[in-house]
C-alpha cells in the first residue's frame, strides 16, 4: 500500500507549483529526488551556498527555497499525514523533558520583541526550546558544573501533544511499500542534513544555516496544521548520547531537541523543579534514571 502521497495531485517542480501529475508520475519524480546521487548533488549545493560569500541574502535565500522544494517535491496537503505517516507522533502526557536557563524566573518562551532568529525560530517568532535529554541542553548552551548561573528546568507535558518529526520512525512497517520506503528514508537524511547542519562562528554563515532549518521547518509544519511542535536533531551530540526511543522502541541518537510553537505553554507543561547547575550535577544520575 503507498501512502507518502495523498490523492491530489500538486507537485512543486523548480520551484514551481503543477497540477495534475497522476500519483505513478509523482512517484517516480519522487523516487528520483530522493535517490543517493541526488541527494550528494544537493548536499554539495548547500555546501557551495552557505560557503559563498559573495552570494547576497536574497539570491541564498531563492536558491535555498528551490533546492529544498525541488527534494520534499511535495505542497502543502500533498504529503499524507493520519493514521500511518511516518512524519508525526505524540509526545505523551507525563514525558519529562528539560531546559536550561540563566536566570530561574525564565519559566516559558521569551517574548516575541526579545526573540532572536535561532535554529527552528525566525526573529521575533517566539518558540520553547526542550530537549528530552538533560546531556543536550548542556551541550547545546555550553557550560559545565562551574556555571553556577545557569538553571536547569524540568517539565512535565500535562496532555498528549501531536508533533512533526525529522525523521521516520517506521519504515520498517509493514503498512508501508518498498517505494514509500525508499522515499521516506530519502526525507529522513535530507531533512537531518539541513536541520543538523553545524554552524561555525561566522554570523553571516549562522545567518543562513537558521533561514535554510526554518524554511525547512516551516514546510513540515504547514502539512499537518494541527501539529504544535517539531523534534529535530541536535547538532552538539554525537552518537554516543541518550536519547528518545522512536515508536517501535528503537534508539534515536541525536534527537534530542523540541521546538514547540504554541502561544499558552502553561496549558502544556508544568515546571516541576527549577535548580542551579551545580547542583543537578550534584544529583544527575537522580534525573537520569
Known sequence: ?????????????????QKGLPKEERYKIMMEQVSEVNLKSTRQ?????????????NDFKQEIENLIDNVIFVNNGTMKTGTFSPFETIIKKNT??????????????????????????????????????????LSEIGISKSDVVHYMSIYRVKQDI???????????????????????????TFFNMILGWRSSDNLYTNEKNYYMSNYLKITLLQSKKINLGIIYP???????????????????????NVAFYMTNQELYFERIKCQKINNFFDQKNLYLS
Not at 503507498?2 to 507549483?17: A, T, Y
Not at 549545493?45 to 541574502?57: A, D, G, Q
Request: charged share 20%.
Open 1 to 17: 500500500m503507498d501512502i507518502i502521497f495523498s490523492d491530489e495531485p500538486e507537485v512543486c517542480i523548480n520551484g514551481l507549483v
Open 45 to 57: 549545493k548547500v555546501e557551495e551556498l552557505i560557503n559563498n560569500s559573495h552570494i547576497n541574502m
Open 96 to 137: 519529562i523533558l528539560y531546559r536550561v536557563v540563566s536566570n530561574e524566573l525564565f519559566k516559558w518562551a521569551p517574548p516575541t520583541y526579545l526573540t532572536r532568529v535561532g535554529r527552528m525560530n525566525k526573529i521575533e517568532e517566539s518558540c520553547f526550546y526542550l530537549s528530552f535529554n538533560p546531556n543536550t541542553c
Open 162 to 188: 501531536q508533533t512533526t518529526l525529522s525523521y521516520g520512525s517506521q519504515f520498517q512497517s509493514k503498512v508501508y511499500s518498498e517505494r514509500d520506503k525508499i522515499i521516506g528514508k530519502g526525507l529522513v
Open 234 to 256: 541536535s547538532v552538539k551530540m554525537n552518537s554516543k548520547s541518550k536519547s528518545i526511543s522512536s515508536r517501535d522502541g528503537t534508539s534515536l541518537n541525536g534527537f534530542d
